[in-house]
């Protein structure tokens, strides 16, 4: 046999032990596209755009329906490498990649569970051209914008500082991104320092930073998501470890009491997208020696995968109309948490409020139908893996009465997204796919 037949043969045979190390951008990409490609059953391949310097921003779904949104079936996502020199999350996704696949395989229960119930989707890298340019220093900051030397955790639209700026590529692409799924729960993986932060990053407490926490309507939640990763961390929850930042109580903070950020893409989830995300600092070193990175797994890997499961807190279901028809944009309201962008149903009629354990009174309001207002008692999904279900049913209201629902506040309209976002390049984006994997084999046969 000769060389190169064994080599393509070796391709195509699912492999998903990964080596240690830090695999550049070209590797990353060709593991996706094989992963995908032996997996098509419970993974999709996509990208949501490219980079300043067009390095696609790939994109791997993992669940029994990859490929499109299933009614009732929650979103959730993992990225990494906002800062082209903060590494360790791309070693920590992909290894997630091949656990979740080889689980799903051998039939391991917690596998099997979570990608029935689950649709996940992991960027690995939102900024390769940043890791292209990083150099291997713990602290120093080289390579953490990306190509045109943008911070891209300083460009999002921010609900407190008004912030209408053009956004970069790589920005652009997620908010496309978050336009076209709709997303319950994410986190973005950062280094540099050992906690997991949570909304709000800024505050209207004018230009003078205070030292107090910016408090979000759903906080109650975001404490308990954050201490969901620091207390199944080996050692986050101690919060001292790092010399140069902390210490962390629970090895926790809330994002503005740690410091001041305009234009993050956590607030940016949050208030427009209705994802609650965090940002998790993984590493005191930016940039970890290659011989730490089995320890630095193994301290992270049953945090990345308890915090998935936490997606399936709280409710969820859709709102039906007086004609039984499943309606998108209906307001659905938790009384006591004024989001400064009320939650709506998307284009399945469906809603998801993360909510710990407890009694709730909804308001659900759609133009012509009376406002309904239910009172719920919500127990603890994640241990079943199902939020809570239940469906709103609204009645109509006689013409002559009927109230036009005021348009969203122009700080909670869509039209900072880009025109067409990351559906319209769908289909595109699955020819991508397919060249690639051409390439690839492409590759190995010269």
Request: net charge negative; hydrophobic share 40%.
């Amino acid at each position: 046999m000769s060389s190169s037949l064994f080599l393509l043969l070796s391709l195509l045979v699912p492999t998903l032990m990964l080596e240690f190390r830090y695999h550049d951008n070209r590797e990353i990409e060709q593991y996706l596209v094989q992963v995908s490609a032996d997996n098509p059953d419970i993974t999709h391949l996509y990208s949501i755009g490219k980079s300043v310097k067009g390095q696609q921003l790939w994109v791997l779904a993992l669940g029994l329906r990859p490929r499109r949104h299933a009614v009732g079936v929650p979103e959730f996502k993992y990225v990494a490498n906002m800062h082209g020199n903060e590494v360790l999350g791309r070693v920590l996704l992909l290894q997630l990649i091949a656990e979740l696949v080889r689980g799903y395989r051998d039939n391991e229960t917690w596998s099997l569970q979570l990608l029935n119930s689950t649709r996940i989707h992991i960027l690995p890298t939102m900024n390769p051209d940043g890791f292209d340019e990083a150099d291997t220093n713990c602290l120093m900051s080289q390579g953490r914008a990306n190509h045109n030397g943008v911070d891209l955790n300083r460009g999002f639209p921010d609900a407190f500082a008004g912030l209408r700026k053009q956004q970069e590529l790589n920005e652009e692409a997620v908010i496309g991104w978050l336009r076209s799924e709709t997303f319950v729960l994410s986190a973005n993986l950062h280094g540099g320092a050992m906690v997991a932060s949570y909304p709000y990053d800024n505050s209207d407490q004018g230009s003078v930073w205070m030292v107090s926490p910016s408090i979000a309507p759903d906080d109650d939640v975001f404490v308990h998501l954050a201490k969901v990763y620091s207390y199944n961390h080996a050692s986050m929850h101690k919060g001292n470890l790092c010399d140069d930042s902390g210490p962390f109580q629970d090895g926790i903070t809330n994002g503005y009491s740690w410091y001041k950020l305009e234009g993050g893409m956590q607030d940016y989830n949050y208030v427009w997208a209705q994802c609650l995300e965090l940002t998790l600092e993984l590493s005191c070193c930016k940039f970890p020696q290659p011989k730490e990175l089995p320890a630095l797994w193994m301290d992270n890997k049953k945090a990345l995968l308890a915090y998935i499961q936490q997606v399936h807190l709280g409710v969820k279901g859709q709102v039906f109309d007086g004609w039984g028809m499943p309606v998108q944009n209906a307001v659905v309201e938790v009384e006591g948490r004024r989001n400064m962008c009320p939650f709506r149903t998307n284009q399945h009629g469906e809603y998801y409020r993360l909510l710990l354990p407890g009694n709730y009174t909804f308001k659900v309001s759609y133009p012509g139908h009376e406002v309904l207002t239910e009172t719920l008692s919500v127990p603890y999904g994640p241990e079943q893996y199902s939020a809570m279900k239940h469906n709103f049913k609204l009645r109509r209201v006689a013409s002559a009465t009927v109230r036009v629902q005021a348009e969203p506040s122009p700080s909670c309209n869509y039209s900072l997204l880009p025109r067409g976002g990351a559906a319209a390049g769908s289909a595109w984006n699955g020819l991508t796919v397919g060249f690639s994997l051409v390439t690839v084999l492409q590759t190995v046969m010269d």
